[in-house]
């Protein structure tokens, strides 16, 4: 996992250290998503999608106009192509008809039902790009192997080292890997302004960018969460699961893992990239403390938590062991995980993946969080600002995600009920909304 650095985002806008002083700020967040607000897109071409959508409907009372029925190629990558005229135009459509109609509520919510693809995928370069890219390496092959010829007080090489970015700058403008973004994050900004498809954008619903200026960020951006999985079965069982404990306020214990132990209050302040978001797991398990409701076991050793050290698992969240997932957790119904590392979201379907995202959820998960390709480390959720949301009780499992995923046309995804509050009905201890921090 990785850091890096953009022009229009500094790491000092996601690192700056907002649980410093908890509570600083007062946040304006609107009312808590309704299920008339939630649109439902599942796939003409796969099978039990149509089924399993009109089920959550049911369950949810989700009015029967607002399924929209899309056909795609069942696939867990489909084409930028066929991702703008099979799936964004459609639901675009839908939601340009819908604002015409004055006695419908405004769509908030975008839900994706099993069968649809996981990912959008890159554009591939044409022929006439690709001997151009091919131009442009021969060309610095030729200038490095003329700066290694030259002698290191030779003032030549200055000249030659202002070529040579000149041409490591000009390939960067036939990388399209950076395009690669879940489905999920890409369909969020259906209803924004053009915006630039390599890299990541701003997330305008994310807390941490209140009161700041951020350069060239999308002027609008719905909530998106999918109900997914291997099978219908286990879909079919997270929108129970998830229903079940609403009911009673889901109990259990929250487990944090962190990669190193505690930093000390003179070294926080300092912190970034990998060690900032370490210390927030340690902040959101003190929230979940304070909260109360749930019993809280921090793991400080380098080593994860093993099997049979975590029962009546409610909430998870922990680092590394990349795409190989350790079966620690007994798992309470309607229970929680979040794995911060690279592509542990990368598949849903593959029998034999064990990346953490879809492991937890066929392990007994009722909501996970991940990405789909690595998406560098600023790119999650901070811990301590995603459960602050989720213990406060009024904000649903897609507001929580939504006002904590600092990008969009990225690579983050949650799966599970959007309109999931595990702790709603428990919620006379819960965190006021105006001690919600910043998210910054």
């Given at each position: 996992?990785e850091?890096?650095?953009?022009?229009?985002?500094?790491?000092?806008?996601?690192?700056?250290?907002?649980?410093?002083?908890?509570?600083?700020?007062?946040?304006?967040?609107s009312?808590?998503?309704?299920?008339?607000e939630?649109?439902?897109?599942?796939?003409?071409?796969?099978?039990?999608?149509?089924?399993?959508?009109?089920?959550?409907?049911?369950?949810?009372?989700?009015p029967?106009e607002?399924?929209?029925?899309?056909?795609v190629?069942?696939k867990?990558?489909c084409?930028?192509?066929?991702?703008?005229?099979?799936?964004?135009a459609?639901?675009?459509?839908?939601?340009?008809?819908r604002?015409?109609?004055?006695k419908?509520?405004a769509?908030r919510?975008l839900?994706?039902?099993?069968g649809m693809?996981l990912k959008v995928?890159s554009t591939e370069?044409?022929?006439?790009e690709?001997?151009q890219?091919?131009q442009?390496k021969?060309?610095?092959?030729?200038?490095k192997?003329?700066?290694?010829a030259l002698?290191?007080?030779?003032?030549?090489?200055?000249v030659?080292?202002?070529k040579l970015k000149?041409?490591?700058?000009a390939?960067?403008s036939?990388?399209?890997?950076?395009?690669?973004a879940?489905?999920?994050?890409?369909l969020a900004?259906?209803?924004?302004s053009?915006?630039e498809?390599?890299?990541?954008q701003?997330n305008?619903?994310?807390?941490?960018?209140r009161?700041?200026?951020i350069?060239n960020?999308?002027?609008?951006s719905?909530?998106?969460?999918?109900l997914?999985?291997?099978t219908?079965?286990?879909?079919?069982?997270?929108?129970?699961?998830?229903?079940?404990?609403?009911?009673?306020g889901l109990?259990?214990?929250?487990?944090?893992?962190?990669?190193w132990?505690?930093p000390?209050?003179?070294?926080?302040k300092?912190?970034?990239?990998?060690?900032?978001?370490?210390?927030?797991?340690?902040l959101?398990?003190?929230q979940?403390k304070?909260?109360?409701?749930?019993?809280?076991?921090?793991?400080e050793?380098?080593?994860?938590f093993q099997?049979g050290?975590?029962?009546?698992?409610a909430?998870?969240?922990?680092w590394?062991?990349?795409?190989?997932y350790?079966?620690?957790?007994?798992?309470?119904?309607?229970?929680?995980?979040?794995?911060?590392?690279?592509?542990?979201?990368g598949?849903?379907?593959?029998?034999?993946s064990k990346?953490w995202?879809?492991m937890?959820?066929?392990?007994?998960a009722a909501?996970?969080?991940?990405?789909?390709?690595?998406?560098?480390?600023?790119a999650?959720?901070p811990p301590?600002l995603?459960?602050?949301?989720?213990?406060?009780?009024?904000?649903?499992?897609?507001?929580c995600?939504?006002?904590?995923?600092p990008?969009?046309?990225?690579?983050?995804?949650?799966?599970?009920?959007?309109?999931?509050?595990?702790?709603?009905?428990?919620?006379?201890n819960s965190v006021?909304?105006?001690?919600?921090?910043?998210?910054?």
């Amino acid at each position: 996992m990785e850091v890096v650095r953009r022009k229009s985002i500094t790491i000092a806008t996601f690192f700056f250290l907002f649980f410093g002083l908890l509570f600083l700020s007062v946040i304006s967040v609107s009312a808590a998503l309704e299920a008339d607000e939630v649109m439902v897109i599942a796939n003409s071409w796969a099978d039990n999608s149509i089924s399993l959508a009109n089920y959550y409907m049911k369950k949810r009372g989700i009015p029967k106009e607002n399924l929209l029925k899309i056909k795609v190629d069942e696939k867990a990558g489909c084409s930028r192509k066929d991702f703008n005229i099979r799936i964004f135009a459609p639901v675009k459509k839908y939601l340009q008809r819908r604002e015409l109609k004055n006695k419908l509520r405004a769509i908030r919510c975008l839900l994706l039902i099993y069968g649809m693809p996981l990912k959008v995928l890159s554009t591939e370069l044409t022929e006439a790009e690709k001997k151009q890219q091919e131009q442009l390496k021969k060309q610095q092959g030729a200038l490095k192997k003329e700066q290694e010829a030259l002698g290191k007080d030779d003032p030549e090489r200055k000249v030659l080292v202002g070529k040579l970015k000149e041409v490591k700058k000009a390939l960067k403008s036939f990388s399209w890997s950076r395009e690669l973004a879940a489905l999920d994050s890409e369909l969020a900004l259906v209803l924004a302004s053009d915006y630039e498809l390599r890299g990541w954008q701003a997330n305008p619903s994310y807390l941490g960018y209140r009161g700041k200026k951020i350069e060239n960020m999308p002027d609008i951006s719905l909530m998106v969460a999918r109900l997914d999985g291997p099978t219908p079965e286990l879909v079919r069982r997270i929108i129970d699961d998830s229903l079940a404990a609403e009911e009673k306020g889901l109990s259990g214990t929250a487990y944090f893992d962190a990669r190193w132990p505690r930093p000390g209050s003179d070294k926080v302040k300092k912190l970034k990239g990998i060690g900032f978001y370490d210390n927030s797991l340690y902040l959101a398990a003190d929230q979940v403390k304070k909260d109360g409701r749930l019993e809280v076991v921090v793991n400080e050793k380098h080593e994860l938590f093993q099997p049979g050290e975590c029962p009546d698992a409610a909430l998870y969240c922990g680092w590394y062991r990349l795409s190989h997932y350790l079966d620690a957790f007994d798992w309470q119904p309607g229970a929680i995980g979040y794995h911060i590392a690279s592509n542990e979201l990368g598949t849903l379907k593959n029998n034999k993946s064990k990346v953490w995202g879809k492991m937890m959820l066929e392990d007994g998960a009722a909501a996970v969080i991940g990405p789909v390709e690595e998406p560098y480390v600023q790119a999650f959720p901070p811990p301590a600002l995603f459960f602050t949301l989720l213990l406060d009780g009024r904000f649903t499992l897609a507001e929580c995600f939504a006002l904590s995923v600092p990008f969009r046309s990225w690579r983050m995804v949650l799966v599970g009920d959007p309109l999931y509050r595990p702790f709603f009905l428990t919620r006379s201890n819960s965190v006021r909304r105006s001690e919600i921090p910043s998210g910054e």
